[in-house]
């Protein structure tokens, strides 16, 4: 057995690619297309937009289990950067790939904004 060492003690900390696209690139790419498969183009659902209406759904009953109906502007936001972090942690599982979701700047970014939007609405349109 041939093991295959790094030629520095900071190569483990290169990007891993695949076909040539980083991969850290490949898991965004692939987590934010989601958002173009879940909108309805046809009259009839297809199999996929049918899980995601009853996923947004049970999402929403969740959601609204602690919130007033007033605070549903902010609904559709919430579900769909959940599928975003969802589907890049997923992509984590492969060997040798890092999630971005686990750097403080990208955790923040979407933390903290959602966070002060809820505040915001739930001072505003909660009674």
Avoid: C, K
């Amino acid at each position: 057995m041939t093991m295959i060492l790094t030629p520095s003690i900071f190569g483990q900390f290169f990007p891993d690619t695949f076909l040539l696209i980083p991969m850290n690139a490949f898991s965004m790419v692939f987590a934010l297309s989601w958002l173009v498969f879940i909108f309805p183009t046809n009259w009839a659902l297809s199999r996929f937009q049918a899980v995601w209406l009853g996923f947004q759904e049970a999402v929403l009953e969740m959601l609204f289990q602690n919130t007033s109906q007033n605070t549903a502007p902010w609904a559709g936001l919430i579900t769909s950067v959940f599928v975003v972090i969802f589907s890049i942690n997923v992509l984590g599982l492969f060997p040798y790939a890092f999630t971005s979701t686990s750097h403080i700047s990208l955790t923040y970014s979407l933390g903290f904004p959602l966070w002060m939007s809820v505040n915001i609405l739930g001072f505003y349109l909660g009674n």
